[in-house]
């Protein structure tokens, strides 16, 4: 029974001599990424992450199946589904899924202690975590293009221009500062709010998506306006294209743009704010299981 | 209550007019203490505040006055020290999408440990609470008692020199507590200072003497029991002498400096003597004196009510 206290007291002389110092923030801030992608990864919601984020690859293959040879490049699709599927749906509702729980759940379950308990300052372990959600947010639908990337090219080598390239590579910068951005700010939601989702929906659907759409510069408080500020405008959508898809590829633009460097500035401070924000929370936070 | 502490040598923990508050629920109000190494029992009713003051002591939760420190030092603001320290929760909550292994290496990863260290660690800590066999499953498939071991292991795999153990012996089986028990004890006699709180008072008293008493957020009162017994004037300590000269015995202790009350009670096995002093310490350290002056005889010494559920009870009346 002895054993194992005998051989960690003679392995823990060296440390129990010298003054304790917190684990460095980098090495903490990796292992605590590394295991909560983990844990991310064995949630069942992620599942249905997965499958919501099936939809874009769902529209690229309706159009290659319903409307081959019909003027609708593989750079318009991706651009329309970058304005108008990706930036106002699926970024914020991955970014929810991930960024509300990443150190809320554990706050409200009380699991928090453990890590609590270590040598690892606060701002490390919520850094950590975040680091994690926005990994995860982003893998998921990068996931996504790629399967899109891969439908689109099925129709021929010839789709692969350079224009469709910068716009393909710009979609997935788009997508990953878009849920690093939303993830950080869910997050520090999910820190601050008891309840923390009907807020973050009335952010994402109800803010977000009255204010983008009023014109001139209101709509800028908005997240999705500088996002969909960064996506390339398509060549003009043909008139003869069918309903829905005319519609959308018609309507998809009206904004009144801002330099591009602007927007990506706005969305980085808005990050930036919501970390700083988060981890002050966290520091003033207390564990009541 | 001011005290001088328990736990022998300088205190490792301390609190000083310590509170916390609830909105208006004052959950600890004004508490003072301080614990040196060795075993501590913080003992007190469910809702008693033992928890809160855990958790503020282990830094998890800010005072709403006062302060408290563990070595010196405020946890939450000096984090470096947790190298030193071990906490196991009452929550039961356990990330239970990780294996037994997977959460003792990461508890132990996080102490910044080298990876051979944590195999070495996690290794010697499972098979120390029987869990080598359980290491590969998922932590939500466990048992509460398996659940209770891992969160343990988890409090002392680093060796900490200050353990905070909030009900650890939830939940257990008669064999895992009875090992669980023993283990504290010997923390205790190797220089850890481990503070161990329950509402079961016959655990805290297989565990220590040295406690705190703790009811409705206030501590009632601190050291042993026998020390803390003496301090209940009006509960003099009941004390069965067994005798061969009952009525001789008797006759002598009458008006003794510490004696309050003598009776002869007869039982069905023969007489005895109670002896209801008001100072049983200084009892116990006159009589062996008296027994020889007067050439008295004493069989057997019982002593009927300093038991940790008497003392409890008498102070929480």
Known sequence: MMDAMNETDTMNRTSATSAPAPLPSLISIVWIAWFSVREMARRRRLISLGLINLLPVLVVLAIRIWFPGEGITAQMQLAALSHDTFIPFLIPIAAMAVGIPAIGEQVEDGTIVFTWTRPIRRRAIYLGRLFAAQMVATLLMSGSLVLCFVIMVSEGLQVITFEFLKLYLLTFMIIGLGAFTYSALFAAFGTFFKKPVLPAILFAFGWENLVSNIPARVQELSLRFHLQNLVERPPAAPDDLPGLLGALLSTSFKRDPVPEIKSVAILLVVMFLAMLLGTWLLQHKEIEK | ?317
């Open chain 2, 1 to 317: 209550m001011m005290g001088a502490g328990v736990g022998s040598t300088e205190a490792r923990i301390s609190a000083d007019r310590v509170g916390k508050w609830f909105g208006e629920v004052i959950a600890v109000n004004n508490c003072t203490l301080s614990v040196g190494t060795g075993v501590v029992g913080l003992l007190g009713a469910n809702g008693a505040g033992k928890s809160t003051l855990f958790k503020m002591l282990a830094g998890l939760i800010e005072p709403s006055h006062g302060s408290v420190r563990v070595f010196g030092r405020k946890l939450r603001e000096d984090v470096g020290w947790y190298r030193r320290v071990g906490f196991c929760p009452e929550s039961d909550a356990l990330p239970g999408w990780m294996t037994g292994r997977e959460f003792l290496s990461l508890m132990l990863r996080l102490m910044g440990y080298s990876k051979a260290e944590v195999n070495t660690r996690v290794d010697l800590w499972l098979d120390r609470f029987e869990l080598t066999a359980a290491a590969g499953r998922r932590l939500d498939g466990y048992s509460k008692g398996m659940r209770q071991k891992i969160k343990l292991a988890q409090a002392l795999a680093h060796d900490p020199e200050v353990i905070f153990l909030d009900e650890p012996l939830n939940g257990m089986d008669p064999v895992s507590r009875k090992q669980s028990i023993d283990l504290v004890r010997e923390l205790g006699e190797r220089g850890r200072t481990v503070l161990v709180s329950s509402h079961i008072l016959p655990e805290v008293e297989e565990m220590t003497s040295q406690i705190i008493l703790i009811d409705r957020g206030k501590v009632l009162a601190e050291g042993s029991v026998t020390e803390i017994r003496d301090k209940i004037p009006e509960h003099p300590t009941t004390v069965a002498l067994a005798s061969a000269e009952c009525r001789r015995l008797a006759g002598f202790l009458i008006g003794q400096e510490h004696v309050v009350g003598v009776q002869v009670e007869t039982l069905p096995e023969g007489e005895r003597v109670i002896v209801r002093t008001d100072h049983a310490i200084g009892f116990y350290r006159s009589l062996p004196e008296w027994i020889l002056k007067n050439n008295l005889t004493v069989d057997e010494i019982l002593t009927l009510d300093d038991s940790l559920e008497a003392v409890f009870q008498y102070l929480t009346e």
